[in-house]
């Protein structure tokens, strides 16, 4: 049963940066595609990235050019640097195994203001 625990949330203004961390358990994480969502009260969840155990990424429009996902197989962590934020970045964020759609963590609140 994959299990995933997101971290690093927090308060930051307009402009700045934070780092969001995803622990995985419970599955082969190395051969695990893994992504990150996001959702906005009032809203769906929103896609945002996604990395392949190689290292191949991809990113939603929204977001590409300032939010960067990597992962750490030795750790079984996937990371989200996100930068230039914006207001509109607020949400609960959370990290997910593209094999188990179901499966998803408590999140970590982002909240973007001033």
């Known amino acids: 049963q994959v299990q995933l625990v997101e971290s690093g949330g927090d308060l930051v203004q307009p402009g700045g940066s934070l780092r969001l961390s995803c622990a995985v358990s419970?599955?082969?994480?190395?051969?695990?595609?893994m992504a990150w969502y996001r959702q906005a009260p009032g809203k769906q969840r929103e896609f945002l990235a996604l990395i392949s155990g190689g290292g191949t990424t991809a990113y939603a429009d929204s977001v590409k050019g300032r939010f960067t996902i990597s992962r750490d197989n030795a750790k079984n962590t996937v990371i989200l640097q996100m930068n230039s934020l914006k207001f509109e970045d607020t949400a609960v964020y959370y990290c997910?195994?593209?094999?188990?759609?179901?499966?998803w963590g408590q999140g970590t609140q982002v909240t973007v203001s001033s």
């Open positions: 419970g599955i082969r994480f190395s051969f695990t595609v």
């Open positions: 997910n195994a593209r094999p188990y759609p179901s499966s």
